[in-house]
Structure formats: C-alpha cells, structure tokens
C-alpha cells in the first residue's frame, strides 16, 4: 500500500518560524488580551497527517495476497469440517413406521412415560470423544415473548426473587397462589426426554456411559446460576414455598441426585435456559469420552437408543433429533465456514486477475502517454 | 396617529434571548419539533425517535425504553447544550445592546435608562461615538451648524461619514443643551409615520408638524438617525425615538434573515423523508408477515410459549396497531438520530475553525473572522456566484485627485502654487491652457459644488488664522474630498461653511465668500449635485457636477466634444471621471426655483418625484466647464482573491455605478477579466439607442446563447468546473441593458430574454454589471432563485472588515443534474447498507445450522448471535469510516482504534459482572465465550472483508478510470493556463484594455 506521510504544514507554505512568534504574542498579551488566534498546528488545521492513497497499483497486490490467504484457510476448514463424524437420528415418530409412532400424541402427565427404542447401525467408527446432542425443530427458543420469560435473579439464588420472581414471567409466575420456581416460559418448557445409548453386539446391550456434566458454560454453571442461599444444604428446604413449573414432573430440587448438579444448577437445565438463536437448533446432551487409546470411542456397528418420550413436539409440528458428533478446534460439523472462505478467495483472486489485466491495458498505455512530455 | 411621550409602542426588547428558554425547554419536553435545533417542514421526522421513546412506555416493545431513550436524550442534550451556548453568546451580544445605559430626557431631567426601555417619543441623548440605541429623529446637535456626522459601518458596511441635517426649524441655533431640549418637549408635537419598513434608505420617514406652527414639516432620510450607526466627530445630539426594538430598521433588516437552512440539511429531510417511508413500509411488511406467520396455531400460541391472559383479551385490531407501532419502535434507528448532532456539532465545531483561522485575522483592526451562526458553514464551500460591490470592496475607496480637463485642455498635477495657474513645469506637463477665467471658474466650481464640511482639529483659533491648520474635510463621498483637495492643489481652497456662507481662498490669498442658496443633493438616479450661490457681487450662480452621461445632455452640445475624449479616455485608464458644468442665473429664475424647491420640499405625497422634477428643470441648459478625473486604487491583493475565486470556480460578479470603461479597465486590473477572456457585451453601446434594441438585443442573446451553450460539446462529467473549459468568458450588460431584459416591454415574445440571459450568465466567468442604479443592483440578487431552488438562496453577508464586504450566494453546483448528484450517494449508501445488513444477517445465520462452535462441544445461544453480528457491524462501520479517511492526523488515529478498543473492552467489561440493577443478565460472559471459539474469529473476519469489499472494489475500479481518463486527456492540459498574478499597485491598466 502505498503512503504519503505529508507534513501538511510544508504543502499549505506556512512558514515554521511563525510558531515562535505567534506564541510570543500571545504570551506577551497577558496584560492586553489579544484576539490574534494561536498559531497553534490543531488550530490551524496543520496537524501533521499521514494519507494513504489506495489505488488499483496497492490494492491489486491485497487482493492476490487475501486471496492466496483465504483459499487454504477455506480448504482446511473444509477438510476439518469433512473429517468430522455425525450421526443423526429422527426419533419424533412422525412415520407409522417408527417406534415412536405410538408415542407421538404423549402428554406431558402420562404416566407411565411412554418409552421406544431405535435401532441404528454406524458405518464408521467414532474415534474422538463424541457428544451428544438433541435437536428440536419448528421450536421457537428465540420468539420474544419466550426469551423475555425468566428471572435471572431467582436463578441467581436471590432469595426474593425466589418467592416474588419477576413479572416477565407471567404467566408462567405462580400457580396456585405459589410462585413458580424456576419460573417463566423456558423453564417450563424445558426438555425432558431421557435418552440412552447402548452398544449392540451379539444381541447383547452393552449401555454406554453418557457423561452429564461439563456440558454448560463453565460461568454458568458456576456464577450466572446458584442455588437459594440458607441454612443447611437441603435443597428441599431451601425451595420451601415455591412450587414446581407446571409441565415439569418433579420440582427442581430433584432433577438430579447429585447435589452438585441438583437445583438450578443441573446442568441439564443451565443448557436449556440458554436459548438458541434459530427454531432449528440442537443443545449439548451427554458426553461420550474416549477410555483408552486403542479403541475408538464408538467403533462402527450396531447401536440402540432407548428414549424416555415425555416431550411432545408433535402440536406444533416440531421434529425432535438425536446427534452423535466428534468435534474439532472449529466445533461441529459446519460446511459453510470453509466453502465461504473459498468462495470468497476465489472471487477475489480472479478479480485481481481481471482488474490486473484491465489496470496493465490502461497502465501500458499511460506509460506510452508519459513519454513524450 | 400617535402622541409623542404617550407610552406608545413596546418597550423594546429583542426577544431572541428567550429563545433558549424556549426551544429548549420545549426540546426537553418532546413537545415541539422545531427545537429539537433543526426545525424545517419535515420536522415530524424528528418526532419518530421521540414518539418511539413514549411508545415504550404504552407498548410492549422489543427494545427496552433505555436502549432507544438513552441515545435520544444524549442527542437532545448535546443539541439543547450547543443551542444553548450558541443562544447564550447571542443573548450576551443583545444584552450589550439592550442593556446598555443611554441618557433620556424625562421630565426636564436627564435620566439613565437602559437602552432596552426606551420608549418610542423618548428624547434620547447620544455623545460622539456612541452607537443610537434606537431609530431617532434627529432633534438638536451641539455644533453650531446643526449637523452631525454619522458612520454606518455596522448597517451596510460603508464606512464613510454621513452628513445629517436636523430639522432647521425647530431647534435653535444656540446650540443643544438639555434645557433647550427639554422646551421641546413641551412642544405638542406630531408625528405622522408610515408604519416600519425594512429598506435602509428607501425610507420616507417621519413627518412632524408642530401645532404651534400648524405648519406641517417633512423629514427625509437626512433627519432619522438609525440604530446601529454611531455617531461621529459630533459632541452630543438630542433625538427623539421613533421606532424601538423590533421596528428599528435594523431589526426588521435582520428578521429576514433568521430562517437560514443549509443544502445539506434539506437534503438529510430529503433522504429521511425516504428513510421514514422505508421504516413504515417495514413497519407494515413486518406486521402482515407476522399476522401471516401467526395465522399458524402453533406458530402463535405452542404449548410451550403461552400468552398472558391480557395479551389473549386484547382486540385484534388493536393487538394489530400495537404490533406496528412496537416494529416501528424497532426500527425507528434507521432514522440516524445521531447524524443530527453529528453535523450539528461538525458546524458548530467547525466554526471555531473558521475564528481560529490566522489567515482571516487581520493585523490592522485586530479582529479575526467571526461566526454569527453556524448553521451555514458548509454552504461556504459550496458557493458559486460571489457578487461584489466594485467601490469600496474591490477598490479602496479612498479617492485621488489625478488630473482635470477644462474647456478641453488638460492640467495635471505640479502647477506651480507661487506663479499661479498659468505656469506648469516642465515641458512634459503641458497640454495646452484655457482662459484664465475658466480656469477660475472651474476651480470655484469644485470648491463650492459639493456637500464636504470641515472638522476643525483645534476649535480654538485654526479658522483662517493658520492655514496649515490640519482641517479635515468629511464627507460623503470620498469623490468630493479628493475633487476639494485637487481644488486646493491648483490654489483654490474651501474653508468651510459658516452661517450659509461658504469661504473660499483664493489663489491670490484672498477670502471669497459665497452665499449658499441651496443644494440639490446627489442621487443616484440623477447621478449629479447642484449648488445655487450668490456671489458677493449678487451674482447668482449653479455649478453641478456629475457624471457625464447625465451632464452632456444638459449643456450646450458644441462643448462636449474636447472634454468627452478627456473623459473617455480617463474612463478606459480605470479613473472615476466627473463633469462640471454652471449656469448663471438671475433672479427672477431664482426666485421661481426657489419656490418650487420649498414646495416640493413640504409635499407630503410624492416628495421624491416632485424633487427630482425641479431638479430636472433647473439642471438644465448648462455650460459645461470641464472634467476630472479621480483614481480610486484597488485594494490591496484584491487580484489575487478574484484569482482565486476563480480558481475555486467561482463566477464573480462585479456591481458597479460606474461607467462601463472605468469598470472594465478595474476588472481587467484585479483580474476579473483576463487578456485572454472573450468578452460578451450587452451594453447600450452595442445594443444601441435606436428603437429598434430590442431586436438587437434579441440577436445578441441568441448569437450569444449559440456560442455558450449550444456550440460548446457537454462535457462528459457532470461535477467539471467551468475553468477547465479551454475558453473562458466574461459578460458585460450596463443598467438600461439589463432593465430591458428583466422588464421587457409589453412583447411577450421578449419575456424569455431572462432565461437566456441567465443561461449565459452561467457560462461566463465574470460578470461585470456597470451603470447600475443601487436598486438594480438589488434586483440582479433574486434573479439567481430560480437556479437556486433545490438549495434555496442564501445570503450571506460577511462584514469581515471595511476591507471585503460581500454577498455570498449558495447554489447547488449544476441545476440539471443537481438530484443526481445528490441522490446517487444516497442510494448507494443505503444500498450498500442493506447488502450489509445482509451479509451480517445470513453470514452468522449459517454459520449458526451448527451452533456448537467451540472446541468443548458447548453450544451458543441467540446473545452469541447477536454479539457476533453487532461486533461485525461495528467493525465494518468503523474500517469502513477508516477507509474513507483521506487525512490521518493523531485523532484519527485515536478515534477509529480507539472507539474498537473501547468496544472490545466495554464488552468484555459489560459481559464480565453480574449486574445487580439488571433484571436479566443477558451478556453475562456472551462476548469472552465468543472469543474462545476459532470459528467465530474465523466468521467475524470473513464478514468483515464480504461488507468492506464492494467499497474496496469501488475505489479500485475508481483509480482505473481516473488512470484511464489521465492517460486520454494527457494532450490538452487541464491546468488552467492563467498567469499567476503579479504586484498590483504599480500597473497600468490601459494596456490591458484595448482587447475588444
């Protein structure tokens, strides 16, 4: 790129010694004010100043480098995003075929919960650790009236917002006169389909051990959510006076046995408060880690999921999904990042080219122009 | 009618410093557009912000009221604090004025008021160089002669003293003093006055009758002392209050201009104007789709997302109205509320800049450039017709007497003062003698004919006493003066004006002494002065002076033919030349002028054309004496600012009284018209006398139009400026021309001559108007409104000094392709904006299928996503602004880094604490965990580039043209071939101008 560091104060013909002598009058007017405007660089607009001047000369040669940049970074995205290993199972029933089928009309009380079970085969073996998502469809975690829905403070483990959570939870709030804890549409709402995962082999099922925690954000889980402070660690007490949300079986001191993950601070339920941008998303389920070096996580065969169906996505025509995913440094499987860097070094390195020849036509001609003067 | 001393009209008060009071108070209540500092027709506009902020309040909106309100109020705040500041300094400058104490006769008592409570009929006291607080009629002077000098530098810029006269017949010759004035009051006076008027001069004042009298008495313009000017050279005067406050001709002057809009803010109502359509149009897009969307049970109500149970029971139709209004809410930022006070603090910045300039101080007067308001800065570098005054702003209006013609010889300078007349020096200096006689007469001619009084610089004794006694001559006119001292050189010396007798020394050392009958005043109609004398003999005798055009048909025709050579040719040397001619008279004429003369001057109706007529009749059948000539020298560098105006593609007109080859040669001396200039003459010279002009002046016009505008291929691009045309033209039209074309006679064919004239006019550089009555000259002003309408004209009157005062005319550069050139940019921006808005939209949008961005397998959410888009947009925006930066100095530097610096730390900062007065903690670590993942940097950067590339492409395919367009206008060189200017003073003018 071409620079022109030009000290304005030579181009505009000022001359250097009036600095001195301006000051001097305005020093010496102490006693008489002058009006005489300081000969100062910012006053006079001379500030020195530095003018880059892009011309097809500068530019041209940015174009080839951001696009000898971009392509690589495109194809390795590309091939990172290729490499990585995703399995996707429908499990909504929507089919009279699936399994699910008969679970399709559940309701959230049905007792005993309906469960099915599909059987999958994958065709390659999983050899990093594998998480596993679920995936809604048609569901709408960014609609206004359903983000808006909760009380930060109440999850907050502020212990006022606990029994008067915030308007903005209606109306979801309170039920029977007691307040809701957690309260608001996202809570309610959360996602409660068990699912478990079991290796298929010689008819034999071998479960295999999903990893529940490590799934939120670290300051989630550790700052943004804490359970209600009081006497005694009983979660129970603790919750005394709110009532559970009115779709969830259990309250929410029971969501899990452990008292490190129970409360609102089951990670389970600090994944879903955290709202997904678009109505097809998926949230971080369980972990699968590798246990030894030799074998693969999820070596290719035949695997089974047994799904608890409790959550009932067919009234507004949602889909519901399980993903089996490796990840790499750049996450999950996403083709777009590579084939947009692509796409875009491409575009540029073929401008470069074009306008190369286009400015080279007019450039050999200028040349030629430039002689005879 | 009204009674003097009865409490009259309004205290006066100028009301502006309400105004702060007012505009912002009303801005801080929302009530009132106008003061939100932008008033215009669209102003409503302004109201949307203002509306969406109480909006939030009624509706449930998206935006909560302090995302939209916050920005809103610090708007308002930095435009009712620049308002306010702006008002404050104008409040403290009509305090100096308003509160300023004057002496006011009251009761036969001199008591001290502010000038604010003046009182129309209060009898005012001012002393030498007091400014008037008010119009005043001047009532009594403490000198003798019952004048009294005043300077109206202030009003229109002329710095020359004014001679006013009270009104002889009511104050007494002993002088002013308070007693006296106090007698007066009880006077049972009259006044009978029009109601105000803005015109300066064109003023029929004020007649008094005295009932004692039960005579009625007319004032002129010479009696009203007008507010702003000051007094000079005069101890103190008495006057009486006429019009105050708001009805000073000042401030009705002043009213006209306060409504003052600069292009660029009528373009931004334009643009916003599409905007706000924009925004509704989404508004009511947005609303149906979401109707569309909803018509879906389980779109609008799914079991996991219910409504309350006051939204389920709101009327749809209303749900529907809220629903537009909240989308309104939602977009109400395309309207760039922030741009106002963007520009508004830019001007007003801005003007701080121009007051700073060193190069605008002047070292004489110790003043720099002072902005009155700032609304119109950047109209001032978009002005394109400079109209000047010729005297007194090109020229410095300090006159010098160079040489005279009588009876066709020519005297100059070095006429010996011991051996009188006849002798000259030196061989060079002789050009031939008239008689004796004439010569004298010519000289007393010149020592008599004019309205110049004498200041004595010691009152004591300097009379006739010391006649090297520095007496200093005032007049008018400059002209006057220098013809008194030429007079003086040649051994004719006036010694003032003592109880109507004017005294004269003579070149012999003796005192002749006249008696001045009347003077008949100079006008610029009439362009001559009479003064009727009686000589110590009882001769009666009319010497008049003026210019030639209106002398030679007043005198005997064989004597015009010697003197008008002298005075063509004193004319093309760039001399302001005069004619003197007398008359004798004897009594019997006299005694009828004389009745007629103090008729008209008692008229009451039609005092003006009964004046000019006596005027007319006994102007007439003169002989004429001789001529002089009269340098009045050029400014100093008034060259090189014509050149550069020029330069910057000004077109400048010059508006002169003078004849047109005075004017000419002046131009061609300050460059306004060059060697190589063609000029186009509408003057009556070629155009002719004959009843046939107007036919004449058609062809010229069209022969004219055909070269300038027809012949001339267009150039390709529209924003060329004239001077790269490889011809340059000036144009000269004179008074009687250009009144022709602006009314044409009764022809209708003929009423299109203006069109053409102006589409000349724009083709020219230079304009020289010549013969201009001062009326003319405020008519060529509005003829320019037409061009200017998609801008509006805007004067500006830029009193910097005596030095330059102008008018500046603001125009939009070409006005046929004027909507072009302003829309393009617009449509491009906005354009360019929502392709933006789409890449940030659609790029994280797919970036988002597979939301699990980090290494860890942990997903975002939708604050990630919007992080990400907003973090793009303000990186795009900033580079963006850091691409269109021409000029990095510090600031720059520190601006743009700076504001990415912050918004990365504010966000960081933002996100990292749990904030206890938030009801949701939203960010809370949104934008670390935005970092740790490659991809978004990877998506971020990507974004960045996609938004910044169609503006890199442009400047890249910009450079290529501009490369391409240099390598095929190589051969004619576009530099402007003229020469660069050199010292001015010493020039001589004639040969430059014998070009046509």
């Known amino acids: 790129m071409a620079v022109n560091y030009s000290a304005k104060e030579e181009a505009d013909g000022h001359p250097a010694g009036g600095g001195p002598g301006g000051g001097a009058a305005a020093g010496g007017g102490g006693a008489v004010k002058t009006r005489k405007p300081d000969n100062t660089a910012f006053k006079q607009q001379r500030l020195p100043a530095w003018q880059p001047i892009l011309t097809a000369g500068t530019v041209l040669p940015a174009f080839f480098i951001i696009g000898l940049i971009f392509i690589p970074i495109g194809i390795g995205i590309f091939v990172t995003s290729n490499n990585i290993r995703e399995y996707e199972i429908d499990y909504t029933g929507i089919e009279p075929s699936s399994p699910c089928n008969k679970c399709l009309n559940v309701s959230w009380d049905s007792t005993p919960p309906c469960t099915c079970t599909i059987n999958f085969t994958l065709e390659h073996s999983f050899e990093s650790n594998v998480f596993m998502y679920y995936g809604l469809s048609n569901f709408y975690q960014n609609h206004r009236r359903y983000v808006k829905s909760r009380d930060d403070s109440q999850l907050n483990g502020d212990n006022s917002s606990l029994l008067n959570p915030s308007k903005e939870c209606e109306p979801y709030r309170t039920n029977e006169d007691k307040p809701i804890a957690p309260c608001g549409a996202i809570a309610n709402s959360m996602f409660n389909d068990t699912l478990e995962l079991y290796h298929v082999e010689n008819d034999t099922r071998t479960a295999i051990p999903l990893i529940k925690k490590g799934i939120a954000w670290w300051t989630d889980k550790n700052v943004k959510f804490r359970n209600p402070t009081g006497d005694g660690n009983n979660l129970t007490a603790l919750f005394q006076g709110t009532t559970k949300p009115v779709n969830w079986p259990k309250p929410v001191y029971m969501l899990d046995s452990e008292p490190d993950n129970n409360g609102f601070i089951n990670e389970d339920f600090i994944v879903w408060m955290r709202t997904a941008a678009l109505p097809t998303f998926r949230k971080l389920y369980r972990l699968i880690e590798r246990k030894s070096n030799l074998q693969p996580t999820l070596q290719a065969g035949k695997y089974s999921l047994d799904i608890t169906y409790n959550y009932p996505v067919h009234s507004f025509d949602g889909r519901k999904r399980m993903i089996l995913s490796t990840i790499s440094w750049m996450g999950g499987k996403n083709p777009f990042l590579g084939i947009a860097y692509i796409t875009v070094g491409s575009i540029c390195f073929f401008l470069g080219v074009v306008l190369l020849i286009i400015h080279h036509k007019y450039g050999n001609r200028n040349t030629s122009a430039d002689i005879p003067n | ?996």
């Open chain 2, 1 to 996: 009618m009204y009674f003097l001393g009865k409490l009259g009209w309004c205290v006066s008060l100028l009301a502006s410093h309400c105004q702060w009071f007012k505009r912002t108070g009303a801005a801080l209540l929302f009530s009132s557009a106008r003061d939100l500092g932008f008033g215009c027709a669209c102003s409503s506009l302004r109201l949307s912000p203002v509306c969406s902020s109480c909006l939030q309040v009624i509706v449930d909106t998206p935006t909560s009221p302090v995302t939209s309100g916050l920005p809103l109020f610090f708007v308002i705040t930095v435009t009712a604090i620049k308002q306010g500041y702006e008002d404050w300094l104008r409040h403290r400058a009509d305090n100096e004025v308003n509160k300023s104490n004057v002496f006011v006769i009251e009761n036969a008592k001199q008591v001290q008021k502010e000038s604010e409570k003046i009182k129309v009929g209060d009898i005012v006291e001012v002393k030498a160089d007091e400014t008037f607080p008010c119009d005043l009629i001047f009532l009594a002077s403490s000198s003798t002669d019952g004048t009294c000098y005043v300077t109206t530098a202030s009003l229109d810029g002329e710095s020359n003293f004014k001679v006013m006269e009270m009104d002889g017949q009511h104050v007494t010759k002993a002088g002013a003093c308070a007693e006296c004035v106090c007698v007066m009051i009880n006077w049972r006076m009259l006044l009978q006055h029009p109601s105000p008027r803005p015109q300066l001069y064109l003023t029929s004042p004020p007649s008094v009758c005295s009932s004692s009298e039960s005579a009625a008495k007319s004032l002129g313009p010479e009696n009203l002392l007008l507010k702003g000017a000051t007094l000079k050279n005069t101890k103190k005067i008495y006057g009486v209050a006429v019009y105050t406050g708001m009805e000073t001709k000042m401030a009705l002057n002043y009213q006209g201009k306060s409504q003052k809009r600069s292009a660029v803010e009528k373009s931004i109502n334009a643009f916003l104007i599409v905007y706000l359509c924009i925004l509704l149009s989404k508004a009511t897009v947005c609303t149906t789709l979401k109707y569309v969307w909803q018509s879906n049970p389980f779109n609008d109500e799914p079991w996991y997302n219910e409504k309350t149970k006051k939204e389920r029971e709101t009327f749809k139709v209303l749900r529907m109205f809220t629903d537009f209004l909240s989308f309104m809410v939602l977009f109400n930022f395309i309207i760039p509320v922030s741009m106002y006070v963007t520009v508004e603090m830019q001007k007003f910045l801005g003007s701080f800049f121009i007051s700073w300039d060193k190069e605008m101080y002047d070292e004489e007067i110790k003043e720099g450039a002072l902005v009155n308001t700032s609304d119109l800065n950047e109209e001032l570098g978009q002005v394109e017709f400079v109209f000047t005054d010729k005297t007194g702003t090109l020229t410095e209006n300090s006159m010098e007497f160079i040489e005279c013609c009588i009876d066709g010889h020519k005297y100059k300078d070095c006429i010996s003062e011991v051996d009188g007349f006849s002798q000259t020096d030196g061989p060079l200096k002789y050009y031939g003698k008239a008689e004796k006689s004439r010569e004298e007469l010519f000289l007393r001619a010149l020592c008599l004919c004019h309205t110049v009084r004498i200041k004595q610089a010691d009152q004591v004794d300097g009379l006739i006493g010391h006649p090297e006694c520095k007496n200093t001559y005032i007049s008018s006119s400059p002209d006057e003066i220098a013809l008194v001292k030429g007079a003086e050189k040649y051994g004719f010396t006036f010694l003032g004006l003592e109880n109507d007798f004017m005294k004269i020394r003579n070149q012999k050392n003796e005192t002749e002494m006249y008696q001045l009958l009347h003077t008949l005043n100079f006008d610029p109609v009439r362009r001559r002065m009479s003064v009727i004398v009686r000589t110590t003999t009882g001769t009666l005798l009319l010497f008049c002076k003026g210019a030639d055009s209106s002398i030679f048909p007043r005198v005997q025709q064989e004597e015009i033919q010697q003197t008008k050579v002298h005075v063509d040719r004193n004319a093309m040397d760039g001399y302001r030349t005069l004619c003197v001619a007398f008359k004798e008279l004897t009594q019997k004429e006299y005694d009828r002028i004389d009745r007629q003369l103090n008729e008209a001057k008692m008229a009451l109706q039609d005092r003006e054309e009964k004046m000019a007529k006596v005027f007319e009749d006994t102007e007439a059948d003169m002989h004429l004496i001789g001529a002089t000539a009269v340098e009045d020298r050029l400014q100093e560098q008034s060259a090189e600012t014509i050149e550069a105006l020029h330069a910057a593609g000004m077109k400048v007109w010059v508006l002169t009284g003078d004849k047109m080859e005075t004017a000419k040669s002046t131009c061609y001396a300050c460059r306004l018209f060059q060697t190589s200039t063609e000029l186009l003459e509408l003057t009556a010279r070629v155009v002719g006398e004959s009843e046939r002009k107007e036919d004449r002046l058609h062809e010229l016009l069209m022969d004219y139009h055909k070269r300038l505008i027809q012949d001339v291929p267009k150039p390709r691009g529209s924003l060329k400026r004239s001077w790269t045309l490889s011809q340059e033209y000036g144009l000269i039209i004179d008074g009687s021309t250009l009144s022709l074309i602006l009314n044409p006679s009764q022809d209708s064919s003929s009423s299109h001559y203006k069109s053409i004239f102006l589409q000349i006019c724009l083709k020219c550089t230079a304009v020289l108007c010549c013969r201009m009555a001062p009326l003319q000259k405020a008519q060529v002003f509005p003829l320019y409104s037409p061009l200017t309408e998609a801008s509006g004209p805007c004067a500006l009157t830029c009193g910097l000094s005596d030095h330059w005062g102008m008018w500046i005319e603001g125009k939009q550069i070409n006005f046929s392709d004027n909507a072009m050139l302003q829309w393009r940019p617009f449509l491009y921006w906005t354009f360019l904006g929502a392709f933006e808005g789409l890449v940030f939209f659609f790029g994280v949008y797919f970036l988002f299928h597979n939301s699990s961005l980090e290494d860890n397998g942990k997903v975002f959410g939708n604050w990630t996503f919007g992080t990400i888009v907003f973090t793009v947009l303000v990186f795009t925006v900033t580079l963006k602004l850091a691409l269109d930066t021409r000029f990095w100095t510090w600031m720059n530097h520190f601006v743009i880094w700076g504001s990415l610096a912050f918004y990365v730390f504010f966000s960081f900062f933002w996100g990292g604490v749990i904030w206890p007065f938030l009801k949701q903690q939203r960010m809370y670590f949104v934008f670390a965990h935005m970092l740790t993942s490659v991809s978004t940097w990877l998506a971020i950067i990507l974004l960045i580039f996609i938004s910044l590339f169609p503006e890199i492409l442009l400047i890249v395919l910009k450079s290529i043209k501009e490369r391409s367009h240099q390598s095929s206008r190589k051969a004619p060189k576009s530099v402007s071939s003229r020469p660069s200017v050199t010292p001015l003073l010493l020039r001589t003018f004639s040969d430059e101008s014998n070009v046509l």
